[in-house]
């Protein structure tokens, strides 16, 4: 039988449990020895008890619940601004500074979470932490609530809470983020892994709900809301939070079986990097899509704000109290976006994950161009003649959304397919700490630049990335090692 073959007609190497796969002049690519799970006793789908397939959705269910909250933390002080500088007397810039606690947490931290991931009940541990960061986030800032008005506003106790509580909330962030390919890998069949990974991205969900939640209630009140909204996923974690299923979905599931050290971890993940060097194409890809147009949504509702005067016979003015509404239906569509797209590369492009996302970037950078130039009539010569309305504004932002996000979980398990045999939650931190390295960057440098400027790097960003994808040499080691055991009789639990 021939050996299957990545999209470019390249041999792939088989993933073999128990062996380390080598490169073609057989060098391991990896100095650490990681071994596949493979599962015993009866290896049929009536060894997959009801209890385990309850438990994984369980499992799931929490994760979701985590990540909503910890992007939901993050978002408070930005989701009602106005409510916000009142309360605390701060400003707009400070409000600016507790949001940016997250990308540079997550910058500093995400090493350590990957880390943690590869290590033993890694996936465990990762949630525990993340719930404890979160809650402890919650209650600490919850503090100022308790001083006067006078020294809330006024002084600088009044101020440190609200900032080592970011902190917290902002370090949860790559346990999290880190661990969606993971969590699929243990608990889910390889059948539905992408559309799990997409789910336990949607982190956006939570801000889908600051954006109602903001508005609607006081802030300490929405400050007791979410300390006790961080209270359920705490308490379930504490009481029940398996690390993984006695019998594991898949026989290709990779643990670690012998203590590792980070100078093991930092040296397996860099030799990884160095054999293949399509891993840096992901990261750059990653970086140059995701980081830079995370960077863009962070100023649309000054874009917004820009165009609420510019009318001509067919372009309409904006409204700028439908800015959160706008905010708000951009997140629920690439909320959409990454579950449908997860669906997808299950089903259809299962062993084609460079073909989708080439397609999803292209789509991507042509409905950012005509959004664009909705936005700024001076953008290119012929801009100021493309419709602008209402409904078409909410249309094109939405699809922008949607779209560009809907790459985001096949990114996650290519990068998950490229480096087998090592963890996918070390794949995972490879790709999303290009992203907020991208991010962070951004955000000192987008105050500097005109509205117009950061529309164009975005447009550009987006386009240079089914460009270098190009480059993508996609390898699918994982399936392979699935398939390899499903010819020698093991079978995947479904």
Partial sequence: MMSPVSEEGTPLLRGTPGVTPTTPTGTPQSTRRWSSLTPTGMHSQETHTFSAIVTRWYILALFFMLTANQCLFW????????????????SDGEIDQLLNWGPISFVLAVPFCSFMLARKNGLQRSMRLAAVLCAAACVIRLIPCFMSGATRRGHWAGRLPLHIAQILNGIAG?????????????????????????????????????????????????????????????????????NAPETPPSSAVVVDDEPISGRQFVSSAAQMIAERPSVLVLMLVTGAGVGVYDAWIGVLPQ???????ETSAHRDSWDQNMNGTCGMVHTGACIVGMWCAGGLADRVFRRRFKTLLIALF???????????????GGVVPFASEVPRTTPLVFAGVALVGFVRSAAVPVLYEAAAELTYPLPEGTSAGLVVIAEHVTLLSLLFAVPHMSLRLVNILCLCCLGACPIVLVLFRSQYLRLDAEESNRRKGVLDIN
């Fill in 303 to 309: 874009i917004l704000d820009n165009i609420s005067n």
């Fill in 75 to 90: 978002f408070t002080f930005s989701s009602n601004p106005t409510k916000v500088t009142a309360y605390y007397g701060i």
């Fill in 174 to 242: 790559p346990v999290l983020i880190a661990a969606p390919s993971r969590l699929s890998a243990v608990w889910f069949p390889p059948a539905v892994r992408a559309r799990v990974t997409a789910i336990a991205n949607s982190s956006l969900f939570g801000a889908a709900i600051g954006f109602y939640l903001g508005p609607a209630v006081s802030i300490r009140t929405l400050l007791i809301i979410t300390a006790v909204m961080s209270a359920v996923p705490l308490i379930a974690a504490c009481v029940y939070c398996p």
């Fill in 362 to 376: 292209v789509l991507a950078t042509g409905l950012f161009f005509w959004v664009i130039c909705m936005f700024d």
